[in-house]
């Protein structure tokens, strides 16, 4: 199997708190994980690449002070949204690719619907 | 640049009927090819996938999709929709030097009964 776990599964904080979500690979270890937000009725739209033991890759536009992500084992990912607002509401959803996976295939979480009052 | 369109935003079709959901991307090179459907407020399920070999490949619950080389093109087919059927789907492309995958805009299904 390839099952992917994301917790919360839906946080509510005030504006300027700060929200951890944690994406986690059950029963695989996993080489990459990615970050992924997706406003309603729209697509996925990828954040970050992760790689264990090193520093994040994030995509153009995406502030990577404003969205941490620590990945600190082969199956454990966070993102922190700092100083969270209320754009900052969205759908959160990681994914993992395998170890050893040869055509990029990503297995994804069940997503964290984040709202920010 | 790799891209991938999905031309139909929403799609409404009877229970019981066929459906075809369009797909085509622009990529350099072979493209690993995705289609992954959608529940309202879920994470996405991979429905199936093409690497390389038979362009037709077959994947869960019923679903199939064609590669063809010569359009650009990995639709997604279904004999006989049913209820269930109905949600987002989204086709995605990933390939070459990078690991990414670039997704459609999604297709949102909709079963009448």
């Known amino acids: 199997g390839a099952v992917v776990s994301q917790h919360p599964s839906w946080v509510i904080c005030k504006s300027g708190t700060s929200v951890k979500i944690e994406c986690r690979s059950l029963?695989?270890?996993?080489?990459?994980m990615f970050w992924y937000r997706q406003f309603p009725k729209q697509s996925l739209m990828l954040m970050a690449t992760?790689?264990?033991?090193?520093?994040?890759?994030?995509e153009q536009g995406v502030e990577k002070d404003k969205f941490l992500i620590n990945h600190a084992s082969l199956t454990l990912s966070t993102l922190t949204v700092t100083s969270a607002h209320p754009e900052d509401s969205s759908f959160y959803i990681c994914?993992?690719?395998?170890?050893?996976?040869?055509?990029?295939?990503?297995?994804f979480g069940p997503g964290t619907r984040l709202t920010v009052l | 640049a790799q891209s991938v369109t999905q031309p139909d935003i929403h799609i409404t079709v009877s229970e019981g009927a066929s459906l075809e959901l369009r797909c085509n991307y622009s990529y350099g090179a072979t493209p690993y090819l995705f289609w992954y459907v959608q529940s309202p407020g879920q994470g996405l399920q991979l429905l199936l996938k093409y690497f390389s070999g038979d362009t037709l490949v077959q994947g869960i619950k019923g679903f199939e999709a064609e590669f063809k080389r010569s359009q650009s093109s990995f639709n997604l087919r279904k004999p006989s929709v049913h209820w269930s059927d109905a949600a987002e789907y989204f086709c995605?492309?990933?390939?070459?030097?990078?690991?990414?995958?670039?997704f459609g805009t999604g297709t949102l299904l909709a079963v009448q009964p």
């Open positions: 992760s790689n264990e033991g090193s520093k994040a890759t994030y």
């Open positions: 994914s993992v690719q395998k170890q050893g996976s040869s055509y990029n295939e990503q297995f």
């Open positions: 029963d695989f270890q996993a080489t990459t």
């Open positions: 995605a492309v990933s390939g070459g030097a990078t690991n990414k995958l670039i």
